[in-house]
């Protein structure tokens, strides 16, 4: 979801994005959130998939309230973000469109850039079925809404799949700790080199923290990297009794 076609220097999203796939390993799917053009704080989280979502269709939840964000794969949670004072405008509250999109992300989204693209598979194509969105609908030139009535008003939650959710249950929970704790690959909450200081949002699991420490000490863990740089000789030969001595 995007407003960048009206507000282009201080736009909002909520994504879905399925990086690219190295054919024989597994697929990998990252969740964002930007607010008022805040792009240069991303709050990414990366995921492995249990499947090949090209093989068949599955369902791709995002439930947007005022106060909170909540992504959905197949019905369970994998990802919540609760709105805090501190995120101001960070926070996405402008009205939005839903759009879908296929475009080249060679520089970052396989391993770091180090897989690119090969065009020889082109053209690329997605399809989707089942499209169903609940919502006020907006006026693109007002941007004011009309008041949600109807079969717009979300209805009470619960573990029935067929309901429309309007928090997390207990039993949810349980599914959205077991889904992390196996599957996530990466969060910015825990990124010891982009943020000393973890955002103002983030609570942290100790559990995750351990696993994702695991998975990448450096970017996790804090562990500094050791340099291995070319060891070069003097110009100069020792003499006798001097040791040789190397940068």
């Not at 791709?60 to 005022?66: A, G, H, K, Q």
Request: glycine content about 8%; proline content about 6%.
């Amino acid at each position: 979801m995007s407003n960048a076609d009206l507000f282009e220097k201080n736009h909002d999203e909520i994504d879905f994005e399925f990086l690219g796939n190295i054919r024989g390993k597994d697929w990998r799917i990252q969740t964002n959130i930007y607010g008022n053009g805040s792009t240069n704080a991303g709050r990414e989280e990366r995921y492995g998939l249990w499947f090949d979502p090209s093989d068949d269709f599955h369902q791709y939840s995002i439930l947007w309230t005022e106060d909170q964000i909540i992504f959905y794969v197949d019905n369970v949670p994998i990802r919540e973000i609760k709105r805090t004072a501190s995120m101001g405008g960070d926070f996405p509250s402008k009205p939005m469109s839903v759009y879908a999109t296929i475009w080249d992300g060679s520089d970052w989204a396989t391993n770091g850039g180090k897989y690119r693209i090969n065009y020889k598979y082109a053209p690329y194509t997605a399809k989707f079925s089942d499209f169903v969105l609940h919502g006020c609908a907006v006026d693109p030139i007002e941007l004011s809404s009309s008041q949600c009535g109807g079969n717009d008003v979300v209805v009470p939650n619960s573990d029935d799949d067929s309901s429309i959710p309007t928090r997390i249950t207990p039993k949810q929970r349980t599914k959205m700790e077991s889904f992390r704790q196996k599957h996530m690959q990466y969060s910015y909450c825990y990124d010891h080199v982009r943020y000393k200081v973890p955002p103002s949002e983030c609570v942290i699991d100790p559990k995750e923290s351990q696993r994702l420490r695991k998975f990448d000490p450096v970017t996790f863990g804090g562990v500094v990297r050791r340099q291995r740089g070319k060891r070069h000789q003097r110009s100069s030969r020792p003499s006798r009794g001097e040791a040789a001595s190397f940068d």
